[in-house]
Nanobody
């Protein structure tokens, strides 16, 4: 069955960095666009980033210039490098299989999520 397992979350001070990882299995990773979605406390889902099959990337306005998405198709791995973190980046972060339009409204495409907390 499809599995998306995130790791690398935690607590960090404002201005700090974290790198999230996602191991994917149960589907053909190399032919699937992959995304990150987050949900902050009391907020709806927010699209963070997507990477397509050949490495083209897109980012939400709130993270552009600070976050970098990457993938390794040989290892079925997805990453999100997060720099210059802000308190408003605090959220559950989900690895998701599919493009922005697919993942933003359908949790069945998401992993179990991992907490990122940015606080002094």
């Amino acid at each position: 069955q499809v599995q998306l397992v995130e790791s690398g979350g935690g607590m960090v001070q404002p201005g700090g960095s974290l790198k999230l990882s996602c191991v994917a299995s149960g589907f053909t990773f190399r032919t699937t666009p992959m995304s990150w979605v987050r949900q902050g406390p009391g907020k709806g889902p927010e699209w963070v980033s997507t990477i397509d099959l050949v490495g083209n990337t897109g980012y939400g306005a709130s993270v552009k210039g600070r976050f970098t998405i990457s993938r390794d198709n040989a290892r079925n791995m997805l990453w999100l490098q997060m720099n210059s973190l802000k308190p408003e980046d605090t959220a559950l972060y989900y690895c998701a299989r599919g493009s922005r339009a697919v993942v933003i409204d359908d949790r069945s495409y998401w992993g179990q999520g991992i907490q990122v907390t940015v606080s002094a």
